[in-house]
């Protein structure tokens, strides 16, 4: 199992990113996915997941509206579209494989970084 974010970077406040992780390894469509972040010196922290098959998503409140979870189950890649940034989003970016839906994650990538500066 492999997973592989791209699509970080420095950005003003008030711009967008479109974060992607690439999947292989693993039927792709039969998992949830979700990214979480992690900004400087804070902990893990959940943003959203998606279904594999019936595409229900779920955010965390304070990005809804803002950020938008897609996938293409055939190219086996995950995304994560963040617009309206704040300084705030500054983090850390991961995708992570679900096992339930739930949190359970089992496998990670390596992240990547989004900050957001004047």
């Known amino acids: 199992v492999q997973l592989v974010e791209s699509g970080g970077g420095l950005v003003q406040p008030g711009g967008s990113l479109r974060l992607s992780c690439a999947a292989s390894?693993?039927?792709?469509?039969?998992?949830?996915m979700s990214w979480v972040r992690q900004a400087p010196g804070k902990g893990l922290e959940w943003v959203s997941d998606?279904?594999?098959?019936?595409?229900?998503?779920n955010y965390v409140d304070f990005v809804k509206g803002r950020f938008t979870i897609s996938r293409d189950n055939a190219k086996s890649t995950l995304y994560l579209q963040i617009n309206s940034l704040k300084p705030e989003d500054t983090a850390l970016y991961y995708c992570?494989?679900?096992?339930?839906?739930?949190?359970?994650?089992?496998?990670w990538g390596q992240g990547t970084q989004v900050t957001v500066s004047s």
């Open positions: 390894g693993f039927t792709f469509s039969s998992y949830y």
């Open positions: 992570a494989r679900d096992l339930t839906g739930w949190g359970e994650y089992d496998y």
């Open positions: 998606m279904a594999g098959d019936d595409g229900r998503t």
